[in-house]
Each structure stands twice: as C-alpha cells, then as structure tokens.
Nanobody, 121 residues
C-alpha cells in the first residue's frame, strides 16, 4: 500500500508565496515521476508541474516563471515552491507519483488527498 500525504496549503495574499510538500510512503520500489495537478472551481484539472527521477522538470505556461518544483529522492518527497501568487492560482492542488511497488515493470499512479490554496486579499 502506498500513501501520499500533502501539506502546506492555505490562504495567502496576492503576490505572496507558499510551499507545498508531498511525501510518499509504503511499499515503494522506485518512483518515476512526481508532480502536481490543480483543480479550480468550474475548471478541468490541469497539470501544474512534474519532475522525473533524473531531475527533468515540466511546467504549465501559466506558472513557469513563478513556481519551482524540486524533489528529495531519499525522502520520497516532492515540493512545489509557489511565488508571486495570483488569484487565478486558487485551486485544490493534488500531488501524484508514478510508482513501482516491486521489481516488475508495472507502474501505478497514486494521488494525494488534495490541499486547498486560496489567493485573496
């Protein structure tokens, strides 16, 4: 069994910063990709950013100059540093991880429970 536990969401004023964390635990052989999606009211869930086990990163165009993703491989943890936050960043943020739970080839995607980020004055 694998669990992803998120932390770090909250209320912040426009222009402020927040740091999200997501730690994976359980039966983990290896983790390929870790990342973040977000879902705002009335909008589809969108990919915000991800990072693979080689350190290569991907960002949505709307956040690439403001957000930074990083990963602590030893701790199976991914971070999302969010700066210059805008009201449009308000959403529930979900972390995910593509995990192998054994030495076999199968990879499964696991999700965190979601954390609310609200940007408002």
């Amino acid at each position: 069994q694998v669990q992803l536990v998120e932390s770090g969401g909250g209320l912040v004023q426009p222009g402020g910063s927040l740091r999200l964390s997501c730690a994976a635990s359980g039966t983990i052989f290896s983790i390929n990709v870790m990342g973040w999606y977000r879902e705002a009211p009335g909008k589809q869930r969108e990919l915000v950013s991800n990072i693979n086990n080689g350190g290569a990163t991907k960002y949505a165009d709307s956040v690439k100059t403001r957000f930074t993703i990083s990963r602590d491989t030893a701790k199976n943890t991914v971070y999302l540093q969010m700066s210059s936050l805008e009201p449009e960043d308000t959403a529930v943020y979900y972390c995910y991880a593509d995990i192998r739970t054994s030495s076999g080839p199968a990879v499964f995607r696991y999700w965190g429970q979601g954390t609310q980020v609200t940007v408002s004055s």
